[in-house]
T-cell receptor, first 115, second 110 residues
Framework: SAVISQKPSRDICQRGTSLTIQCQVDSQVTMMFWYRQQPGQSLTLIATANQGSEATYESGFVIDKFPISRPNLTFSTLTVSNMSPEDSSIYLC????????????FGEGSRLTVL | EDQVTQSPEALRLQEGESSSLNCSYTVSGLRGLFWYRQDPGKGPEFLFTLYSAGEEKEKERLKATLTKKESFLHITAPKPEDSATYLCAVQEGSNYKLTFGKGTLLTVNP
């Protein structure tokens, strides 16, 4: 199994500001995934972060809004830029179990509220 | 149109009252169907992977089954600790991406 730590666990932010979420994994992994979970909506993949290359973004998500860093095989950050109330959500970091496609370990999430 | 639809949205059971949750999907070339459990304030926790129609997996009071169009998560004699949101997700073709449903919120009353 993998243990994933996310910081912050929750925050209240002002409109127009940016916030960076950190994700630390206790083992080296190739891909790290960032998800968004909005109230009443399904868990949605934002982007996949590979070490040493640019993140791959899903349709509807852009790098200017959600820049991602992946400096090594155990750490990644997701920044939510120029926030608006619509960005209020839970953001989750996850990694895939080695040899088990689709079997993900998740962090506990970062709950952001934008006023 | 959603690729993954879960029903019901919410289900309330009495302890010991068995029932089933449904996950219907419309993707072609299913690579895998996954069930996760999510407790309040936590990230989802993996339960099962199903790969082909007819396959079944069991874990304690839970049994997951798969047909060509849907999956069921059967809960036998549930206990209050089974209360959680149950998420279904599919993986299509060669794409590693998981597409999740909105989940079913299960509440089991003592």
């Amino acid at each position: 199994s993998a243990v994933i730590s996310q910081k912050p666990s929750r925050d209240i932010c002002q409109r127009g500001t940016s916030l960076t979420i950190q994700c630390q994994v206790d083992s080296q992994v190739t891909m790290m995934f960032w998800y968004r979970q909005q109230p009443g909506q399904s868990l949605t993949l934002i982007a996949t972060a590979n070490q040493g290359s640019e993140a791959t973004y899903e349709s509807g998500f852009v790098i200017d809004k959600f820049p991602i860093s992946r400096p090594n095989l155990t750490f990644s950050t997701l920044t939510v830029s120029n926030m608006s109330p619509e960005d209020s959500s839970i953001y989750l970091c996850s990694v895939e179990k080695q040899g088990a496609p689709g079997e993900l370990f998740f962090g506990e999430g970062s709950r952001l509220t934008v006023l | 149109e959603d690729q993954v639809t879960q029903s019901p949205e919410a289900l309330r059971l009495q302890e010991g009252e068995s029932s089933s949750l449904n996950c219907s999907y419309t993707v072609s070339g299913l690579r895998g169907l996954f069930w996760y459990r999510q407790d309040p304030g936590k990230g989802p926790e993996f339960l099962f992977t199903l790969y082909s129609a007819g396959e079944e997996k069991e874990k304690e009071r839970l049994k997951a089954t798969l047909t060509k169009k849907e999956s069921f998560l059967h809960i036998t004699a549930p206990k209050p600790e089974d209360s959680a949101t149950y998420l279904c997700a599919v993986q299509e073709g060669s794409n590693y991406k998981l597409t999740f449903g909105k989940g079913t919120l299960l509440t089991v009353n003592p």
